[in-house]
């Protein structure tokens, strides 16, 4: 990997993982790169957790008013046998 450049060769050069340190270099000297690739992901999962809410309030809305059909129609024929 490294042979010849008097360096000796790190762990990530080996496969293995990147030290904390090295990592933290990494991304200092490649940041313009890493921020408009961090920023599509943040903001797809953004995207995709407020799909999700929309989706959770429309169930409980859903939920609750097919509760509310099922009370409306046991108080009805209720009535409709005592009467």
């Not at 270099?25 to 490649?30: A, D, I, T, V």
């Amino acid at each position: 990997n490294t042979a010849g450049r008097g360096k000796e060769p790190t762990p990530q050069d080996q496969g293995g993982p990147a030290s904390d340190a090295a990592f933290r270099g990494y991304c200092e000297r490649n940041y313009n790169q890493l921020l408009p690739i961090i920023a599509e992901k943040f903001n797809k999962e953004k995207k995709r957790s407020e799909k999700l809410k929309e989706v959770k309030v429309q169930l409980n809305f859903e939920g609750c008013s097919r509760t509310s059909r099922y009370s409306e129609s046991r108080t009805m024929s209720t009535r409709e046998h005592e009467k």
